[in-house]
Nanobody
Framework: QVQLAESGGGVVQAGGSLRLSCAAS????????MGWFRQAPGKEREFVQAISPTGGTTYYAGSVTGRFTISRDNAKNTVFLQIDRLKPEDTGIYYC??????????????????????WGQGTQVTVSS
């Protein structure tokens, strides 16, 4: 079992930045790929970015290229999502998630919501215009 807890959300003006954190506890954090997803009001939860256990490889949705940066600190069992130049359409609940690392044979799995086994409760991000 892995327990995940997000923090760092809030209300911010368009153009600002936020750094979301996700603290993990339980089994060895460094065995897991970690992902960030978001859910806007009235919409499906969508993939944002993911990162391999060592942090050496990242996966991202094309819609957030250049403004979102995922990173992790395995010594602190924490994964981060830096969001810059925030837009009102970035408003939503941001979730972190974990899945066991399965290597590079089918990397699409790290972008798929259904492949993640553990989820946090989410942190609200609201961007005002």
């Amino acid at each position: 079992q892995v327990q995940l807890a997000e923090s760092g959300g809030g209300v911010v003006q368009a153009g600002g930045s936020l750094r979301l954190s996700c603290a993990a506890s339980g089994r060895a954090f460094s065995n897991y790929a970690m992902g960030w997803f978001r859910q806007a009001p009235g919409k499906e939860r969508e993939f944002v970015q993911a990162i391999s256990p060592t942090g050496g490889t990242t996966y991202y949705a094309g819609s957030v290229t250049g403004r979102f940066t995922i990173s992790r600190d395995n010594a602190k069992n924490t994964v981060f999502l830096q969001i810059d130049r925030l837009k009102p359409e970035d408003t939503g609940i941001y979730y972190c998630a974990a899945q066991g690392w399965m290597g590079f044979s089918n990397t699409a799995r790290y972008t798929q919501r259904s492949e993640y086994d553990y989820w946090g409760q989410g942190t609200q991000v609201t961007v005002s215009s």
